[in-house]
């Protein structure tokens, strides 16, 4: 089994930035891709958006509408992926997952690792 931990979440003001944090622990060689996701307020429960993936090889995958703004890296040593965040914006505002994926399911599947979230706030 795989356990994430997500840090670095906040609140922020608009055009603000935050890096998140998501460490993996237990059976971290079974990990594939990693990546974050997020639920805005409001939204249907259990789903959760697209932000990015990053393989063990660091190809990245975004969300269209994030590209330019966020960017997802890692650090296979340490076992963490970041999310950096830039020029935030209201509608940011969301608590965000970490997920890993792994040889049965694929990162961001529901059968996959998860984090608890960390809660991000946008607003003035």
């Known amino acids: 089994q795989v356990q994430l931990v997500e840090s670095g979440g906040g609140l922020v003001q608009p055009g603000g930035s935050l890096r998140l944090s998501c460490v993996a622990s237990?059976?971290?060689?079974?990990?594939?891709?990693m990546g974050w996701y997020r639920q805005a307020p409001g939204e249907q429960r259990g789903w959760r958006e697209l932000?990015?993936?990053?393989?063990?090889?660091?190809?990245?995958n975004y969300a269209d509408s994030l590209k330019g703004r966020f960017t997802i890296s890692r650090d296979n040593d340490r076992n963490t992926i970041y999310l950096q965040m830039n020029n935030l914006k209201v509608e940011d505002t969301a608590v965000y997952y970490c997920?890993?994926?792994?040889?049965?399911?694929?990162?961001?599947?529901?059968?996959?690792?998860w984090g608890q979230g960390t809660q991000v706030t946008v607003s003035s």
């Open positions: 997920s890993a994926g792994g040889p049965d399911y694929g990162v961001g599947h529901d059968y996959a690792s």
């Open positions: 237990g059976s971290v060689r079974s990990i594939n891709s």
């Open positions: 932000v990015a993936t990053i393989t063990r090889g660091h190809a990245t």
